[in-house]
């Protein structure tokens, strides 16, 4: 994943909040008073636009012949070649409708990472404003470059990453850049901490104005600041996804067997002399039978109508073979707020001075928010957890909110009289306070009181990551009027509220219930690492340890890896540390999914190889994401993690039904062939033999799936599937040998007799072992959904009533006596009866195996 600029630097590196904003002058060569028309223009040019780089597209043309180029697209259109030239147009002309259909609705998935960076461009400032030659001027936001200063009002889009100069009650909202859900507080000064949340001193690009008003020099631009990280990491080109692996792994398993076969029947049956002709028709014919024409087909209706079921769990599908990832998945990481918080802030509490929970702080600091007209996000919380607060109050004054002395105050009157009420930051308040209440009684307040006060609020924020503010009052003795910063003295220190994030009341159930299908869940977020202890241990995760983005930044990629599996939650992550921290997990084999709504949650997104993302995310989340959740809820993601299994299980039912039919078909043909003097079946039946069988398993997208099928996360075993195909491959050719053996010892059958009752014996015994191996349990307990029974019988019927027609003799048929079909259906009983028998033994090393769990 390609990140220019981080928001945690390493420490050799120091951020640029970090230095004095003289310091910051200096490297850039530049002053306060901003710079002149010429001077901008060449850092234009040495700089570039302050934009992200153009999303290269890719044409129409190129995206269907990569796919086309694809092992197993290959195997098709040459075997749809192939049918066209030895006679089968129908056949040939099905598989390239299907290829055609499967390629086009692929390439209609395509080009997200491209809407992507549009999204991105057209979510952040159009315009900015710039001190150009000694005055502010309005100009377009791509002409800012480093060493300028601008200006920032409430309501503004921040335009470039920046050191702050001067502020004025200034306040950002950074959630969708860092996580954090409380508007950060802008003033100048330079800052220690290497994470941008820290960062009280600096500005950045594509942040809110929420209040106020500041003057910034700035520092980045472009690609370089924290939002260009995000966009350079969308322009990345996708890696294949799993299931795209396992489709070309299997592909090139079946080129190399196809090859290999044509090349030994080709070879033996020139060596018995038979005519070249003929045999390279057979030999082709065998290759075209061992193409799983279908493929494609099967995969996309499968993938389709698990899109459609998952929209109605109010999921939308962007890429369909997310479907089948999202069921691989054994880590989900997820951003914190908004997924599995609300990302609005609550009240968890009102506090007393003795730290004991007292309604009566929380109801005083209501009483000032409403009638004080406050509107920021703590004083919403107030007024929406005590309803009804100022009953009985009438407002005769007010003190608006100060941001230099962090506090404000209103003159209420009403039961208890004049009453003089403040709130703010605890150490502004606690400052102005004399006395504190304890129940009915004052109690004076020094020094070591105060001192006491403060500690309540480190331990609440260290301990359960709230939030506070203290709240102070004091009787009023002198005529109404706007109190100002000389009458808030002399305070009594009421006690503190403390706010909260709250998790989502589903998010704790919802998280064991991924546990139990085998998926861990990890937080990666941006905000403060106590906080996100909390919320670990309040949904049930491993809380013992929190890893910050410092921490990461010191650990080698190698460390990282052995650590990322041991620790649950993680704080103060810059995008890219969330993610590297992706990749770990990969590293290790984990198939990765992740969460998030935010612009620091693209680069994580991108780099997963499922991307979830909400319907309330920033426009640059939603168009990274793979699919996105209409309903912000962890359950909906345990949803479709069900669904992904219920699918991928449906799409390898068709997989090891073809693989086993096929291998033990051109198995028994090869064989046959050896030491027959005439083809045991010609090129014609061959192509109608898999035609049909392809027609009978139409239906699998729509069966039902055995509860152990999803029950925890699985991918394609190549290995496995190529022991299960050889144990009912190899089944199925010895009764084909039997067969052969009474068609020639006992029947002494002309070769039209032996072609007609082999192929009668081969479609009943592929079609109706389909009943048998689609399931685990006994076929007449878990019967087929009626559309794979209408299919498979359907076919079966026209393959064995086609011989009787007068049609036949298009394909070289000649019906059997009574006594050959006998022996036919004896054979076929079995066979299916030791299918049953030996099926859970190929299902003891079945195509599936669990994905690598985190250990």
Not at 143 to 170: C, E, K, N, Q
Not at 279 to 298: C, D, N
Request: some cysteine; charged content about 20%.
């Amino acid at each position: 994943m390609r990140a220019s600029v981080a928001t945690t630097r390493p420490t050799s590196t120091p951020p640029f909040w970090s230095r004095t904003a003289d310091e910051t002058c200096a490297a850039l060569d530049c002053s306060r008073d901003g710079l002149s028309t010429a001077e901008a223009a060449i850092r234009l040019s040495h700089y570039g636009a302050n934009a992200d780089a153009p999303t290269r597209r890719v044409g129409i043309v190129r995206a269907v012949l990569r796919r086309l180029l694809e092992p197993l697209s290959l195997i098709l259109l040459i075997a749809a070649i192939v049918s066209i030239a030895t006679g089968d147009a129908i056949g040939g002309s099905i598989i390239v409708s299907i290829l055609a259909v499967s390629i086009g609705l692929d390439t209609m998935q395509e080009g997200h990472a491209a809407r992507a960076a549009d999204v991105l461009r057209q979510s952040v400032a159009l315009t900015a404003e710039v001190r150009r030659d000694g005055a502010y001027r309005q100009m377009p936001v791509d002409g800012v470059v480093p060493g300028d200063v601008i200006r920032v009002r409430a309501g503004d889009i921040i335009p470039a990453d920046g050191l702050v100069l001067d502020s004025t009650a200034f306040t950002a909202n950074e959630a969708a850049l860092t996580g954090e859900p409380y508007p950060v507080d802008k003033r100048a000064g330079p800052v220690a901490g290497l994470s941008a949340n820290q960062a009280s001193g600096a500005l950045f690009r594509g942040a809110v104005a929420q209040t106020g008003e500041a003057i910034a020099l700035v520092v980045n631009t472009g690609r370089a600041t924290i939002f260009g990280a995000a966009a350079a990491a969308l322009a990345d080109a996708a890696g294949a996804s799993p299931f795209e692996k396992d489709l070309r792994a299997y592909g090139l398993f079946t080129a190399r067997l196809t090859m290999a076969l044509v090349v030994v029947v080709l070879a033996t049956s020139v060596f018995f002399g038979r005519p070249m002709l003929q045999s390279l028709l057979f030999a082709v014919a065998l290759a075209v039978g061992l193409a799983p024409e279908l493929l494609p087909m099967i995969t996309t209706v499968t993938l389709s109508r698990g899109a459609m079921r998952m929209a109605r769990r109010k999921v939308i599908v962007k890429r369909l073979a997310a479907i089948h990832d999202l069921g691989a998945m054994t880590v989900l990481c997820t951003d914190k707020t908004g997924t599995l918080t609300s990302a609005e802030i609550t009240l968890d509490r009102g506090i007393a001075c003795s730290g004991a929970d007292d309604p009566r702080p929380a109801r005083l600091a209501a009483i000032a928010a409403v009638l004080g007209g406050d509107r920021g996000a703590l004083d919403t919380a107030l007024i929406a957890a005590i309803p009804g607060a100022t009953n009985g109050w009438t407002l005769r004054g007010r003190h608006a909110f100060d941001f230099t002395r962090r506090l404000g105050s209103v003159l209420a009157d009403g039961p208890d009289g004049l009453v003089l009420i403040a709130k703010g930051a605890p150490e502004a308040v606690v400052a102005l306070c004399t006395t504190s209440r304890h129940g009915s009684e004052t109690i004076a307040m020094g020094d070591s009181e105060r001192a006491s006060a403060l500690a309540q609020v480190q331990a609440l924020a260290e301990r359960d990551g709230l939030r506070t503010i203290a709240v102070a009052s004091r009787r009023w003795d002198k005529a109404s009027c706007d109190p100002d910063a000389t009458d808030e003295v002399g305070l009594i220190f009421e006690g503190l509220c403390a706010f909260a994030d709250p998790p989502k009341p589903t998010a704790a159930a919802a998280i064991a219930r991924l546990a139990a299908a085998g998926v861990q869940l990890k937080i990666l977020s941006g905000d403060d690492p106590v906080v996100v202890k909390r919320l670990a241990r309040l949904v049930g995760l491993r809380a013992d340890r929190v890893l910050s983005g410092s921490d990461i930044a010191k650990l080698s990629d190698d460390a990282l890896a052995v650590q990322v599996h041991s620790v649950d939650a993680y704080g103060r992550l810059a995008p890219d540390q969330k993610s590297r921290l992706v990749r770990a997990l990969q590293a290790r084999g984990a198939v990765v999914g992740y969460l998030g709504d935010g612009i620091n949650d693209a680069p994580a997104l991108k780099g997963a190889q499922i991307g979830l993302s909400v319907s309330g995310a920033t426009g640059v989340a939603q168009a990274a994401a793979d699919m996105i959740l209409l309903d912000q809820d962890l359950a909906v993601v345990a949803d479709g993690v069900e669904e992904g299994r219920r699918t991928f299980a449906n799409i390898l039912k068709y997989v090891r039904m073809e693989a086993s039919s096929n291998f033990g078909n051109m198995l028994s043909m090869a064989v046959a062939s050896l030491f027959l003097p005439f083809l045991p079946m010609l090129p014609t039946q061959i192509l109608l033999n898999n035609l049909l069988y392809d027609v009978s398993e139409i239906g699998i997208p729509f069966d039902t799936v055995r509860p152990e099928a999803v029950a925890r996360p699985q991918v394609w075993d190549m290995h496995a599937l190529v022991r299960f195909a050889a144990v009912m491959g190899l089944l199925s050719s010895v009764f084909d040998l039997l067969i052969f053996a009474g068609l020639i010892f006992i029947f002494q059958a002309t070769p039209g007799a032996f072609q007609t009752a082999w192929f009668l014996e081969s479609m009943a015994t592929q079609i109706l072992v389909i009943f048998v191996i689609r399931t685990r349990g006994r076929p007449w307990a878990d019967l087929p959904r009626p559309a794979l029974a209408a299919t498979s019988l359907g076919a079966l019927a026209v393959a064995m009533i086609l011989p009787f027609t007068p049609v036949a003799v298009l394909f070289g048929f000649d019906p059997p006596p009574l006594g050959m079909a006998c022996g036919i259906v004896i054979v076929v009983v079995a066979y299916l009866a030791c299918a049953e028998l030996l099926k859970n033994a190929a299902f003891g090393a079945i195509a599936v195996r669990q994905s690598p769990a985190p250990r």
